[in-house]
């Protein structure tokens, strides 16, 4: 009786042996096939981390291309600025010394027209006479013949034409300010220019 059920039991565990080979088997299968996932897992965070480094990379790359552009455009911005500050300089220079020429030339002329209005000054001081105290009788003034003026371009000298009107202004009888009104109605061509810079109730 014993024998019978330690017999049942031994065949029992030989019916168990496959068995447990096979799960034994399917669980080293099991294993191995985690181990396998879990390399692949391993391969797959370093292919992560790879391209991870290469994109940080990358990025690094382009910020400092884009810094060497932004660089590159400040500098050729600021070379362009300068140009054409410089030529305002000198565009504002060359305006400043035509004007300082045209004030130079407007303070000659100025000079000239001055020179020319002493001069006339001084030949109508010298050409001027005093009235006398006693005025002329208006027949001895109507008696007197009356010589034709004269005129002055400057063709002829100053001596010559001063000589011939003292003779002139004698015959004619005129007074000092008659006299002069008669040496500048006689002024002709460049000789009257002179008369634009005097005042006329001189």
Request: charged residues 35%.
């Amino acid at each position: 009786m014993v024998n019978t059920r330690s017999q049942t039991k031994m065949a029992e565990n030989s019916d168990l042996l496959p068995l447990l080979a096979e799960m034994k088997k399917s669980m080293e299968k099991g294993q191995e096939e985690m181990e396998k996932g879990q390399e692949k897992m391993k391969k797959g965070q370093e292919e992560i981390n790879k391209r991870h480094e290469e994109m940080k990379k990358e990025l690094e790359m382009g910020q400092e291309e884009m810094k060497n552009l932004i660089r590159a455009e400040k500098e050729e911005m600021t070379a362009h600025v300068e140009i054409q500050v410089e030529e305002m300089k000198e565009h504002v220079n060359r305006s400043i010394g035509k004007v300082e020429e045209d004030v130079q030339g407007a303070k000659t002329e100025i000079d000239e027209v001055q020179g020319k209005i002493s001069v006339l000054e001084q030949r109508i001081s010298d050409l001027e006479i005093r009235p006398n105290n006693i005025p002329a009788s208006p027949e001895l003034m109507y008696s007197r013949p009356i010589v034709k003026s004269l005129t002055f371009d400057g063709q002829t000298s100053w001596t010559v034409f001063k000589t011939q009107f003292d003779v002139v202004s004698s015959t004619n009888g005129w007074t000092g300010p008659v006299k002069a009104s008669q040496l500048v109605a006689s002024l002709q061509g460049t000789e009257a220019e002179v008369l634009q810079g005097i005042p006329a109730e001189k």
